[in-house]
């Protein structure tokens, strides 16, 4: 009778027997451990892996875009408190301001102060649930840093002043004293 390879290498000194009953025992858990009716295959193993990696790239993906939306709504909370926060009380006045939002023209009526200060880019006018609040122009630039969205009127101040220096004709021209308009 022939001698199987496991009694060979035990003859030959290779493998003793407590090494022999070690590797014999491993191959049983490995068969108790597999579906019944099917052997493990390499191909097996490499679309089981295949599929796990899929699956780790599907939930990094899902947890950025939930991470970026979290991010969102922060920055929507921050934008609403800082414009709830700052608002300078609107006084009902006769002068008619009017500004675009979304390519709608706005009208609203504040007092002389606050038109000229709107003007002057002091104040700008921001939005926070369809209601229209003034507030300082420093709060509005660190607004539209978080949400440009949010303000609907700045008037930058440096900008106006850089664009009359290059386009003002007579800048070479010095008004007389006597002058009387």
């Known amino acids: 009778m022939a001698k199987t390879l496991q009694e060979q290498l035990m003859g030959s000194g290779l493998v003793d027997k407590k090494k022999a009953k070690a590797i014999q025992k491993e191959k049983h858990v490995q068969r108790k451990q597999a579906p019944k009716g099917q052997t493990v295959d390499e191909e097996k193993k490499q679309e089981l892996e295949k599929l796990r990696q899929e699956k780790v790239e599907k939930d990094k993906r899902l947890n950025r875009i939930r ?3 979290i991010e969102k709504k922060a920055i929507k909370a ?3 408190q800082l414009l709830e926060s700052n608002q300078i009380k609107r006084e009902q006045g006769e002068v008619r301001f009017q500004f675009t939002h979304d390519k709608i023209i706005k009208k609203i009526y504040l007092s002389e102060l606050q ?3 709107l003007s002057k880019g002091l104040l700008s006018i921001g939005s926070v649930n369809d209601e229209y609040l ?3 122009a420093g709060v509005a630039r660190k ?3 978080r949400d440009p969205s949010a303000i609907h009127y700045y008037f930058d101040q440096s900008q106006n002043k850089l664009d009359e220096a290059e386009d003002d004709p007579y800048k070479g021209f010095e008004i007389p004293d006597d002058l009387m308009w």
């Open 143 to 145: 607004i539209m840093e």
């Open 67 to 69: 991470l970026e939306e």
């Open 115 to 117: 038109f000229t200060h």
């Open 78 to 80: 921050q934008v609403k």
């Open 134 to 136: 003034i507030v300082p």
